[in-house]
């Protein structure tokens, strides 16, 4: 398999997030974060982009969320405080990946449930142009904006699952903007 010099960091960035995985098999012990000011790790499968013309495979994902900012903010509006976070959705080599960071506001809708949404900026080695090949979106300019929103389900203090759906556009900033868009499920264990 041939790796181009943007799969080669992206998986570098994803090797970063997953230092505690030898770890997480004794569930009786408790896992400290690899660095102190990493909130949560987390990891999943999307389904790539099943409504365009890249649809088909499936992408990996991890993603590291980082603890709150430090603003000062009374503890009932908590959840207005974003976390920082860093990611990598990786395809296949014919298909779009991408690294990403940007800002995570999580909301409660009950002791277990919660919602969450994010913003920020990503990467990406789509393609581009006018030789677009008919199996990749036409996705002008390198930098994209990037949201997504989850749904959740706290299983314990530290392990969730969620389901999210992530989506990449240039918002018209370039010539193409069809945009990515993934549907998926993760797992997040918060320390």
Not at 6 to 16: D, N
Request: charged letters at 15%; proline letters at 7%.
């Amino acid at each position: 398999m041939r790796f181009y010099p943007v799969h080669r960091a992206l998986l570098g960035l994803s090797a970063l997030a997953w230092p505690w995985a030898a770890c997480a098999s004794d569930s009786a012990r408790t896992i400290e974060p690899p660095l102190p000011f990493i909130s949560e790790l987390r990891g999943g499968i999307f389904a790539h982009d099943p409504f365009s013309r890249e649809h088909g495979s499936v992408d990996g994902n991890a993603e590291i969320l980082f603890q709150h900012l430090p603003i000062a903010i009374s503890l009932q509006n908590r959840a207005l405080l974003p976390r920082p976070h860093m990611g990598v959705t990786l395809g296949k080599l014919d298909k779009t990946s991408h690294a990403y960071v940007g800002l995570s506001w999580t909301f409660d809708l009950s002791p277990k449930m919660f919602w969450e949404a994010s913003l920020g900026g990503a990467i990406h080695n789509g393609k581009g142009g006018p030789n677009t090949p008919l199996n990749r979106n036409p996705m002008d300019c390198a930098l994209h904006f990037r949201e997504s929103l989850s749904l959740g389900y706290r299983l314990n203090t530290n392990w969730a699952v969620m389901g999210t759906v992530e989506h990449l556009s240039n918002a018209g900033l370039c010539k193409q903007n069809r945009g990515l868009t993934n549907l998926g499920a993760r797992i997040g264990y918060r320390f």
